[in-house]
């Protein structure tokens, strides 16, 4: 089964950067569409960004530009470069995956994976 543990979190003043990563245990299938999302208090589970098996990107408009979304050559750590962080960026953030292509998948209901989260506070 396919396990996620995200790290990286933590605490930064506004303008500043964080990296996350998210390390799987396996992943069986031959495709995955992996993503991150947050959720701040009172929140529902946001899209941030997501990442193809062919390495497309694709980004919310609240973080394109800001954030970038990669994955290592193993294709087992993904990670979240996030550059001139906002208040508003204030949130768990939570890594996931599913089997298949990323095609419109924005919503968390899409993801069958996830990770434990991790707190970013700016």
């Known amino acids: 089964d396919v396990q996620l543990v995200e790290s990286g979190g933590g605490s930064v003043q506004a303008g500043g950067s964080l990296s996350l990563s998210c390390a799987a245990s396996?992943?069986?299938?031959?495709?995955?569409?992996k993503a991150w999302f947050r959720q701040a208090p009172g929140k529902e589970r946001d899209w941030v960004a997501s990442i193809a098996g062919g390495g497309g990107a694709y980004y919310a408009a609240s973080v394109k530009g800001r954030f970038t979304i990669s994955k290592d050559r193993s294709q087992k750590i993904l990670y979240l470069d996030m550059n001139a962080l906002k208040p508003e960026d204030t949130a768990m953030f939570y890594c996931?995956?599913?089997?298949?292509?990323?095609?419109?998948?924005?919503?968390?209901?899409?993801?069958?994976?996830w990770g434990q989260g991790t707190q970013v506070t700016v």
């Open positions: 996931a995956a599913e089997p298949g292509f990323c095609n419109s998948r924005l919503r968390a209901e899409d993801f069958e994976y």
């Open positions: 396996e992943y069986p299938a031959r495709y995955y569409c």
